[in-house]
């Protein structure tokens, strides 16, 4: 079993549709990350957190840590927001690096 | 501020050739991370440095290594490459180390072995 496991692999919704994606993890964490990658390669990281929720114009990310469970949400959903998301987890400690999920490919039709 | 670099972009070498493969990180990064991502692993974490020394590894044969110079630019080598190394490697930079701080990621070198 991987250490971090997302929900669903695969998204197809409509333009205008609220978006969830799941991160569980079995490991103890210091911070989990999420990270958008688009077709070519490049990633972008979204957020860093460690409790609680943040938020970031259309996108919402929260965690819980006695669950080890955390969501990406997206408001609104636009088809530029079709992406491969990925949560990755710190271990902490300074030991290990990313820990990374397989990643949720959103695809957002117009 | 410019973001991390990466060289060369794309890159094809045939088995049993080394590579080596370079980052710069954004001005101010001393941490620079290494990553590969395959569609069959995803991606995988291959080690990190910080300030000129290695900190973490991931679980990846000794062919992988690295370094980082005083500028924080850091090199990435392949030895005896094979098949399975066909990969896209990233790199990223952050304030801290271990994960700590958010990870600002380059565009990639994209590695195929013949």
């Known amino acids: 079993k991987n250490e971090v496991e997302q929900s669903p692999q695969n998204l197809t919704a409509q333009e205008g549709e609220f978006i969830t994606i799941n991160c569980s993890y079995s490991?103890?964490?210091?911070?989990l990350h999420w990270l958008q990658q688009h077709p070519g390669g490049g990633i972008v990281s979204l957020f860093m957190l460690s409790s609680g929720k943040k938020k970031h114009g259309r996108l919402i990310a929260t965690i819980n840590i006695q669950e080890k469970h955390s969501s990406l949400h997206i408001t609104a959903s636009h088809p530029r927001d079709s992406a491969v998301y990925i949560c990755a987890v710190n271990r902490g400690g300074g030991a290990d690096g990313l820990t990374f999920g397989k990643g949720t490919h959103l695809i957002i039709q117009p | 501020k410019a973001g991390v670099t990466q060289t060369p972009r794309y890159l094809i070498k045939t088995r049993g050739q080394q590579v080596t493969l370079s980052c710069s990180p954004i001005?101010?990064?001393?941490?620079v991370s290494w990553y590969q991502q395959t569609p069959g692993q995803g991606l995988q974490f291959l080690f990190e440095y910080f300030s000129e020394t290695q900190r973490n590894k991931g679980n990846f044969p000794g062919r992988f290594s690295g370094r980082q110079f005083s500028n924080s630019r850091s090199e990435m080598n392949v030895s005896t490459l094979e098949l399975g190394d066909s990969a896209l490697y990233l790199c990223?930079?952050?304030?801290?180390?271990?994960?700590?701080?958010?990870?600002?990621f380059g565009p990639g070198t994209r590695l195929t072995v013949l």
């Open positions: 990223a930079s952050s304030l801290e180390f271990g994960g700590h701080g958010e990870q600002f």
């Open positions: 001005s101010g990064h001393r941490s």
């Open positions: 490991v103890g964490i210091s911070a």
